[in-house]
């Protein structure tokens, strides 16, 4: 997408951010970070990942604060400032930001349907991140946060997952039932400049995801751009899904 017209994307903004130095985190959905003032906080780890090349302590850290009683801790830690990268730890932005951008017209291979529903039930007992719909088309999209990126390749997942084996077996299902799927992977940092499955970590997803891409399930995959402000999508990035022969 030309500059010029990257200004008129859709931009996910941040809440009000808090600038901190994470300490460890630690139970999968907890960190302790040092804020500015020297206080000590517990904040929210919105990631069930291992998440490797972006949870090392003493790095900036941003966290949006949320004041419901409900809530047992009050912060949410949002981004981590790596080595070459702002990164979004949060899986819940990729969803929210993937149905902005498609209402936008920004992912052109997506462009054209009329309704965008999130959340539907289909398959056994799934849901699909965003279901589009024409009078005589449907397209199952199935949205992950790709996070791992090592000299510039991007990999998912970063940790094994059974979930994610299932949803690339639920789409093949509905190619079968003439209906298009695709999996399309968000990175949520500005670093990467290819993506593979991470075989090196979870095989069975890598060989899965060859299986449903030869089975007609599409693969996109795109970067961002994010600063303090906000986050919006920029490019698709390239992806090889070599046999594992040739691995």
């Given at each position: ?27 999968r ?75 936008a ?27 589009l ?13 790709c996070?791992?990126?090592?000299e ?5 997942p ?13 789409l ?8 298009r ?25 890598g ?41």
């Open positions: 997408m030309p500059e010029k017209e990257k200004a008129n994307s859709a931009l996910l903004k941040w809440p009000r951010l808090i600038e901190g130095l994470l300490i460890k985190r630690y139970k959905f907890m960190a302790d970070v040092k804020l500015k003032n020297n206080h000590v906080v517990t904040a929210h780890c919105p990631n069930s990942g291992s998440m490797k090349e972006c949870s090392e302590p003493g790095r900036v850290v941003y966290l949006s604060h949320h004041n419901k009683p409900s809530r047992r801790l009050k912060y949410t830690w949002e981004m981590i400032q790596m080595e070459n990268s702002l990164v979004g730890v949060n899986t819940m932005v990729p969803n929210r930001l993937t149905e902005a951008a498609v209402l017209g920004d992912i052109p291979e997506l462009a054209g349907y009329e309704t965008v529903r999130k959340e539907v039930k289909y398959g056994e007992n799934s849901r699909i991140d965003l279901l719909e024409n009078d005589n088309d449907r397209c199952f999209v199935e949205i992950k946060n996070t791992l990126v090592t510039g390749l991007a990999c998912f970063d940790a094994v997952t059974s979930r994610g084996l299932k949803h690339l077996v639920e093949q299902k509905q190619v079968e039932k003439g209906h799927s695709v999996m399309f992977y968000l990175i949520q940092r500005m670093d990467a400049n290819r993506f593979e499955p991470a075989d090196h970590i979870d095989p069975a997803y060989e899965e995801l060859r299986k449903a891409a030869s089975n007609g399930v599409e693969v996109l995959v795109y970067d961002v751009k994010m600063d303090l402000e906000g986050i919006r999508l920029n490019h698709p990035v390239p992806f090889q899904l070599r046999p594992k022969s040739s691995l």
